[in-house]
C-alpha cells in the first residue's frame, strides 16, 4: 500500500514539473521570437551588461552632460580624475578603474554614434542621387 502512495507522489510532482517546465520553454521560445521580430540585435542593456557600465553612470562619474558629449572634454576629465586617483598621490585603485570604464564606455557610445552618422550621412547621398541617370550622375561626378 505505502508503495503506491509514493508513486502516486512521484508521478504527480513529475506532471507538475513536466508542465512548468514545458510552460517556462515556450515563454523563454516566446521571447526568443518577439525579440527577433523587433529586430534588436544589441541592445542598450546588452551594451550596459558587455562595458559592466551604463552611459548614465559614465557620464555621472566624469561630470559630463550626456545630451553635450564630446572626446575632447571627455578626455580632459578623465585624464584630471585618472591622475588625481593614482596611487603615487594616495588615490584609490578602485576609482581609477571605475574612471577608465566610463571613459570606455563613453568612448563605445561616440563610435556608434559617429557610425550611424555616417551612415545616415550615406543614405542621404544616395537619396540625392536616385533621380538622376547614369549619365547625370557621371557628369556631375
Do not use: P, W
Request: hydrophobic fraction near 30%; aromatic fraction near 6%; glycine fraction near 6%.
Amino acid at each position: 500500500m505505502a508503495h503506491r502512495i509514493l508513486m502516486r507522489v512521484v508521478l504527480t510532482g513529475a506532471k507538475v514539473f513536466g508542465k512548468a517546465f514545458t510552460e517556462a520553454y515556450r515563454q523563454a521560445a516566446a521571447a526568443t521570437t518577439a525579440q527577433q521580430a523587433a529586430g534588436t540585435t544589441k541592445s542598450s542593456s546588452t551594451r550596459a551588461r558587455d562595458a559592466e557600465i551604463t552611459l548614465d553612470e559614465s557620464c555621472k562619474i566624469l561630470d559630463i552632460d550626456k545630451h553635450d558629449m564630446s572626446l575632447s572634454n571627455a578626455q580632459k576629465k578623465f585624464d584630471y580624475l585618472f591622475d588625481v586617483n593614482s596611487k603615487e598621490k594616495g588615490g584609490s585603485f578602485y576609482v581609477q578603474s571605475k574612471v577608465f570604464r566610463a571613459m570606455e564606455r563613453i568612448k563605445q557610445e561616440l563610435e556608434e554614434t559617429n557610425k550611424s552618422d555616417k551612415i545616415k550621412g550615406d543614405s542621404k547621398d544616395e537619396n540625392t542621387n536616385e533621380g538622376k541617370s547614369v549619365n547625370d550622375t557621371k557628369k556631375s561626378g
